[in-house]
């Protein structure tokens, strides 16, 4: 079984015509934050932090305007902290406020707090210069499919007051969240933007499940994560199933090693390979493969 034509393919049309899938509730929610952005004070712009370039929208300048902005990088628990550091001090370069959180073990959530307060303190302090009473703040909360806003906006509240899903599309519409005494936060469900045409980019997100499975093939999803692993985190793919070698040509030996390994057989004693790509999606999601960044 040849994968790697079936792959040229595909990243033959991401090339050419990119990822066309943009959902009708992504056009709404971007006409509903543009007609409410006069009521927000401050964005939370939720990346992940394994791919921290793939998962920052990419015309989010035109979405939020000037308003003030932290980026908040979630699944660090999961990401290769000396790689994504790279990513957060480029952005702090540009200078946008970051802060990386790890929402499983509740890490770094108090920091969010902290850095909003003190871009509260000036906008506060302009609207005491107008002759304008402090009320209490507006944030709004934007990122992709899958990204962990939900979880985080349940561990600013310090309670669960919104649904959690490992899948896109949990979140289905606008809404307005107490979060603490002095902030109100205006939740949003996942959005991309119209065309992915960078076909690295678009793997990215599939990877990591802000783009539905039916998007691409898994297979094709699964060999790039072999690839890119076997060339970035080589000692991680050994570790987990004992490969090697891999052959970019033909992905069917390294389907093989790993079915074996891991259980993937059906009657006959054959490999499934289906079953081999779900696997390799799902231990990537899972950190199964270990801590890693795919964007470089």
Not at 54 to 80: E, F, G
Not at 120 to 136: A, D, P, S, Y
Not at 180 to 209: H, R, Y
Request: some cysteine.
């Amino acid at each position: 079984m040849n994968k790697n034509n079936q792959k040229n393919n595909q990243e033959k049309s991401l090339t050419s015509v990119g990822i066309n899938w943009y959902p009708g509730h992504m056009a709404k929610t971007r006409r509903q934050i543009k007609e409410k952005l006069d009521l927000i004070d401050i964005v939370y712009e939720v990346i992940d932090a394994r791919i921290p370039i793939s998962s920052k929208i990419k015309d989010i300048d035109d979405l939020v305007k000037n308003k003030p902005r932290i980026i908040i990088m979630t699944k660090t628990d999961l990401c290769d902290i000396n790689k994504t550091n790279k990513h957060v001090k480029y952005y702090e370069s540009l200078g946008y406020k970051v802060v990386l959180v790890d929402l499983v073990n509740n890490k770094n959530v108090d920091k969010i707090k902290s850095v909003t307060e003190n871009v509260l303190k000036e906008i506060n302090k302009k609207r005491e210069e107008k002759g304008l009473k402090v009320r209490t703040a507006r944030a709004l909360i934007i990122g992709i499919p899958n990204v962990g806003k939900s979880t985080l906006i349940n561990r600013l509240s310090g309670k669960k007051v919104v649904n959690v899903g490992n899948r896109p599309g949990v979140t289905k519409q606008l809404s307005w969240i107490r979060i603490s005494k002095d902030v109100d936060l205006m939740d949003t469900p996942g959005i991309l933007w119209p065309k992915i045409d960078n076909e690295l980019q678009g793997l990215n997100l599939a990877c990591f499940s802000a783009i539905k499975e039916e998007i691409l093939p898994t297979d094709e999803i699964a060999c790039y994560i072999l690839k890119y692993m076997y060339n970035n985190y080589r000692e991680n793919l050994k570790d987990r199933y004992g490969l090697t070698t891999l052959d970019e040509e033909d992905y069917s030996e390294a389907y093989e090693i790993i079915g074996r390994k891991r259980g993937c057989i059906i009657r006959g004693n054959e490999v499934d390979y289906d079953k081999v790509s779900a696997l390799i999606i799902k231990d990537l999601m899972e950190g199964n493969l270990g801590k890693v960044t795919f964007d470089d």
